[in-house]
Nanobody, 123 residues
Framework: QVQLVESGGGLVQAGGSLRLSCVAS????????MGWFRQAPGKERDFVAV????????SYRDSVKGRFTISRDNAKNTVYLQMNSLKPEDTAVYYC????????????????WGQGTQVTVSS
């Protein structure tokens, strides 16, 4: 397992942008697929985006396609989530997650989680 620390959340108006970052501990970051999930109040945690260990493959939930971009810098042990054209329905706590090897989209497939960062989008 790796330890993950997210940052970059905050309050933004609808249409605005935020970039989330997640820094991982350890020397094997490039062996992990990295994902972003989010949990809105009173709702289950949902998949947002995932990127393969070397960054060649990325996948997104339909509602964020064309607005969010996941990327990684393996030299910095960091994964990013660039969020543009934010909507009030994007309001949630955003979590970074890691799993060895191939990318996945189910919460139960990830075994390391960060503490989360709050994103609030006002209308």
């Amino acid at each position: 397992q790796v330890q993950l620390v997210e940052s970059g959340g905050g309050l933004v108006q609808a249409g605005g942008s935020l970039r989330l970052s997640c820094v991982a501990s350890g020397r094997t970051f490039s062996s992990y697929a990295m994902g972003w999930f989010r949990q809105a109040p009173g709702k289950e945690r949902d998949f947002v985006a995932v990127i393969s260990p070397k960054g060649a493959i990325a996948s997104y939930r339909d509602s964020v396609k064309g607005r969010f971009t996941i990327s990684r810098d393996n030299a910095k042990n960091t994964v990013y989530l660039q969020m543009n054209s934010l909507k009030p329905e994007d309001t949630a706590v955003y979590y970074c997650a890691a799993r060895i090897a191939t990318a996945a989209t189910k919460e139960e497939d990830f075994d390391s989680w960060g503490q989360g960062t709050q994103v609030t989008v006002s209308s």
